[in-house]
């Protein structure tokens, strides 16, 4: 019997498959490329393994964003698609401080440390209009706040957590602004504000004519336009850079009495709120966002109509502005733009991939009825949080 013919049962079986029987030499050579073989299948899994380990290191060291120091901030900043620039500044006494510059493409961040102690945070958003800057002030100190040792903080204890959450935030908008077309989100923003103060002006203008409010002090009006009619905008408070729309809030019917209460309840106190952000576009059906003052009218309502019910939202006279208009994309760049559909249903035009958003904080579980009205809207169930007002929808 030929060496190898035990291959298959019998040697006829293996004439009938018209092989031959492997020699002893052949048999080893096979032998040895399938062990080559699982080797290399073992060393790839082995690889796999050893790479979703790292992965799964760097997301847990991910979570600690690390202590405040050069390197943790120009570390940090890079991770956020920021660059980042030293510069020494010497100053009497001869100490040398440096100067870390955080720069995007519309925002630019100074960070003054005198041996990794932060002493001064600049923000400046420099294709910003002047009145438009001006609002964006309280968010410097907000990260100032965040960055800067408390009385009797030392150092070594100092965490970055507080100041990355802000820092990812203007990252956010700095990426999906486009500054060459004239559109920054943080101005967006902004114009979204601006409408919903003068409406909350409104409401506590209607408010105080009122007979039930008569001679009640502002802070207690201001308190009840956020509970009982359309919320209070704020922009960059509660050590949070942004906007949102404060709706309910512990103890609406105890204003504070003085300055120090009023300061304990503005930062302790439980509020509800809706924070509104940008987000790239998901589909073409979703309104792109815009950047305007005048949501609503100057008037607040519809020619014709008179009422004094701040929930009168029927008689409100809300505005659609218009959208802003990009260049064809330059050949080599980044395409931040999406054709969309005019009304006339002939003409397309292009505008920014990004959308306005507005998230409920702390989460808000809605009534099933309330979800069966989102479900007729084609409304994702990813994306139930979204306020009243029309601009947001």
Known sequence: MPPGALN??????????????????EFEQQKQRFEQQNQQERAFASEADKLKRLEDILSVLNKKKGLVSEVGLERLAERNGFDCLKEDTIVSGGRKLKTLVIA???????IVL??????????????????????????????????KLRPKQSPLTKELDKFASNLERLAKLDQLSIVEAGFICH????????????????????LREQPLYSGKPQQFLELQAMCSAHGVPLLHARDRVGLALQYWKERRFLPPSDDKTAAYASDEEKVWSMVIECAAMEGLSEAP??????????TILKGGVMTTDPLDIHSLDWQEPDTVALPPPEEGKKDKGVDILQPDMMTTKRVPQVKFT??????????TATGFDCTSLSIPRRRRNFPSHPLLM
Not at 358 to 367: E, G, K, L, V, Y
């Open 104 to 110: 995007g493409s519309s925002t630019q961040i100074d």
């Open 289 to 298: 966002a815009r950047v305007s003052d005048d949501w609503i009218s100057k």
């Open 187 to 206: 101005e967006a923003l902004t114009g979204i504000y601006k409408s919903l103060q003068r409406l909350h002006e409104w409401d506590i203008s209607k």
């Open 8 to 25: 298959f049962d019998s040697p006829s079986t293996l004439a009938a498959f018209g092989g031959q029987a492997f020699t002893d030499h």
């Open 358 to 367: 507005a998230t409920f904080d702390p989460r808000s579980f809605s009534p």
């Open 114 to 147: 005198d041996n990794n102690i932060v002493q001064h945070v600049t923000l400046a958003f420099p294709g910003l209009p002047e009145p438009t800057a001006r609002l964006m002030e309280p968010a410097g100190q907000i990260l100032l706040r965040d960055l």
